[in-house]
C-alpha cells in the first residue's frame, strides 16, 4: 500500500481549513484516511499550521511520500531540518574511525 501524507479540505465555501492527513494513495482527496497529523488554515497570518511533529516523523520514517505542499508546510514546521540534522549527526557518529593512539612508536 502505498501511503501519502496529504491535505484534506474542510471548512465552508471560500474559507478553507486542511488537515494534513496520512491516507492510502489511491483514496479520494476527502476520503478514507489513516490518520489526522496537524492542521492548516491559509487564511491566518500567524499559528495557521500545527504539525504533531512526532508522528509526521514516524511516518516520514516508515516510507510514507509527503505531498509537494505539504513538503513546504513540513519544511514551515521545522520538521524536513530535524531528519536532515539528525541523519547528518548520525553518519558522523558511525563514520568516525577509531584512530590508533600511536602505531608506529614500539
Known amino acids: 500500500m502505498a501511503v501519502r501524507i496529504r491535505l484534506r ?3 465552508r465555501k471560500k474559507t478553507p481549513s486542511y488537515r494534513i492527513v496520512v491516507a492510502d494513495s489511491r483514496s479520494p ?12 488554515n491559509p487564511r491566518v497570518a500567524e499559528g495557521g499550521l500545527h504539525v504533531d511533529t512526532a508522528r509526521a ?11 509537494d505542499t505539504v513538503r513546504s508546510l ?22 568516525a574511525v577509531p584512530v590508533a593512539e600511536n602505531p608506529t612508536a614500539e
Open 9 to 11: 479540505r474542510t471548512g
Open 74 to 95: 513540513l519544511r514551515r514546521a521545522g520538521v524536513l531540518k530535524m531528519r536532515h540534522e539528525r541523519r547528518v549527526a548520525a553518519r558522523r557518529q558511525g563514520s
Open 57 to 67: 516523523d514516524y511516518w516520514l520514517d516508515h516510507g510514507a511520500q509527503p505531498s
Open 29 to 40: 482527496r476527502d476520503g478514507r484516511f489513516i490518520e489526522t497529523i496537524g492542521h492548516y
